[in-house]
Nanobody
Framework: QVQLVESGGGLVQAGGSLRLSCTAS????????VAWFRQPPGKEREFVAT????????MYEDPVKGRFTISRDNAKNVVNLEMNNLTPEDTATYSC????????????????WGQGIQVTVSS
């Protein structure tokens, strides 16, 4: 089975940018749809973005549209989430997840999860 590890999180000021990476091992990532989810402090986990197996299909949650970009490099077994114009409301633990199925915004459709990484945006 595939193992996922997130990297690139940290502390950034409002208006700044971060790039998160989700690196896979154990299996080649091109067999999986990959998504990013986040869980803000004290709130439920929410969908952020997802990308199809070839990268041709992407889907974003409304609050991040136009600011976040999901991309993948199957040769490197990595999916990136470029986050621009960050606001304090983007503060959360971000997790990547993988699925053999179709792109979906629902966490229950994803079978494999990374451990999560913290993103904190200061005002």
């Amino acid at each position: 089975q595939v193992q996922l590890v997130e990297s690139g999180g940290g502390l950034v000021q409002a208006g700044g940018s971060l790039r998160l990476s989700c690196t896979a091992s154990g299996r080649t990532l091109d067999n999986y749809v990959v998504a990013w989810f986040r869980q803000p402090p004290g709130k439920e986990r929410e969908f952020v973005a997802t990308i199809g197996k070839s990268g041709g299909m992407t889907m974003y949650e409304d609050p991040v549209k136009g600011r976040f970009t999901i991309s993948r490099d199957n040769a490197k077994n990595v999916v990136n989430l470029e986050m621009n114009n960050l606001t304090p409301e983007d503060t959360a633990t971000y997790s990547c997840a993988a699925s053999h199925g179709l792109t979906s915004r629902f966490s229950y459709n994803y079978d494999y999860w990374g451990q999560g990484i913290q993103v904190t945006v200061s005002s």
